[in-house]
């Protein structure tokens, strides 16, 4: 009976740590970027996500008026830091990797209100 139940256990056990492997798996590929990107109102936040939301490889916009910042969840086998900023230029908007930001004056976030 013991047995038994250690066995179970043990398989419980191993069952737990394949599932954390299968995660971490899928997360390898995964990239986080933080973009500085000038933005004002509700309108370029919609525009952001209207555009990045549908992208193969996209897993996540996260936009912060306050902040003035976009967060990019992506696929790194289909994505990377220099694509995402030209996808940002074809929307009209000046983007800049958080580690690289400097604090100098930027456009209007799209064309003025």
């Known amino acids: ?18 599932f954390s492997l299968t995660v971490a798996a899928q997360n390898a590929d ?9 933005i004002d109102c509700k ?4 525009k952001i996500e209207n ?3 549908p992208m193969r490889g996209i897993k996540k916009v996260k936009c912060s008026i306050p902040d003035q ?4 969840v992506y696929s790194t086998k289909r994505w990377d830091v220099t694509k995402l900023t030209a996808e940002f230029k074809k929307l009209e908007l000046e983007a800049t990797p958080l580690e690289a930001c400097n604090i100098a ?5 799209c064309g003025g209100h």
Do not use: R
């Open 1 to 18: 009976m013991k047995t038994m139940m250690n066995y179970k256990t043990i398989m419980l056990l191993f069952m737990v740590s394949l």
């Open 30 to 38: 995964e990239a986080k970027t933080v973009f500085s990107v000038k």
């Open 43 to 46: 309108s370029c936040v919609k």
């Open 51 to 53: 555009h990045f939301g």
């Open 69 to 72: 910042t976009v967060e990019l």
């Open 105 to 109: 004056p930027q456009p209007s976030c």
